[in-house]
């Protein structure tokens, strides 16, 4: 008889960004499993080395259908502007600096900053294997590094979605019934704009019926 090596259940992170004008943290995980359970108090966004903010169940939303956990955290901005302790004045004398110069090089550690981090075991997924650590950096965005698209819609139509995608197409943000939709905080880029007139006013875009000859 042969034995199957049971797939190993790995996580992968995107889309990860810091909104330093606004103070969010955004981004998803994507796992190769559904998931059985969550251990909340093992998921957290480290700022640096002294401060963190705790990722917890209402900032986390399960898409079941696709194997992803989205994250939307929100936090005091102010928090971004404190100065790392990485870039504090040296205070020794320039002889000592000189005199241990081979030394400190030796022992630098880069410092913690703007981290993503879930621990061991902080998913479990259905098959009861747990997840492995994950630290994976995240460089906040500044508000001059992003940008706005200001939309206005002309129809005679009441029920309409816009969608901002990507050039290929990848749903980015969704806009229902507003004839003066705006998006905000995106990064240089090129996108696309798509219009659906939603007639039967069920939120989402229809195939058509060839038989009724409906588009």
Request: a positive charge; aromatic letters at 6%; charged letters at 20%.
């Amino acid at each position: 008889t042969r034995t199957s090596t049971p797939e190993k259940f790995q996580i992968t992170e995107s889309k990860f960004k810091i909104l330093t004008s606004k103070g969010i943290l955004t981004g998803q995980l994507s796992f190769n499993k559904p998931l059985l359970s969550i251990n909340y108090d093992s998921i957290f966004y480290q700022i640096d080395s002294t401060t963190t903010i705790p990722i917890n169940q209402t900032n986390l939303q399960i898409d079941t259908a696709n194997n992803l956990l989205k994250i939307h955290q929100t936090f005091d901005k102010e928090l971004l502007n404190k100065q790392p302790a990485s870039k504090l004045n040296n205070t020794q004398p320039k002889s000592a600096i000189k005199t241990n110069q081979n030394i400190q090089r030796n022992n630098i550690r880069k410092p913690i900053e703007n981290q993503i981090y879930l621990a061991k075991g902080s998913l479990i997924s259905v098959e009861q294997d747990s997840s492995a650590r994950i630290s994976s950096s995240i460089t906040p965005i500044p508000l001059e590094n992003t940008g706005t698209i200001l939309c206005t819609i002309k129809t005679k139509h009441n029920s309409f979605i816009l969608q901002l995608t990507t050039k290929d197409y990848k749903v980015i943000a969704t806009s229902y019934n507003n004839k003066n939709p705006s998006f905000e905080d995106l990064e240089p880029g090129e996108y696309r704009l798509r219009l659906i007139i939603d007639k039967n006013n069920d939120g989402k875009w229809n195939p058509g019926n060839y038989l009724l000859h409906q588009e």
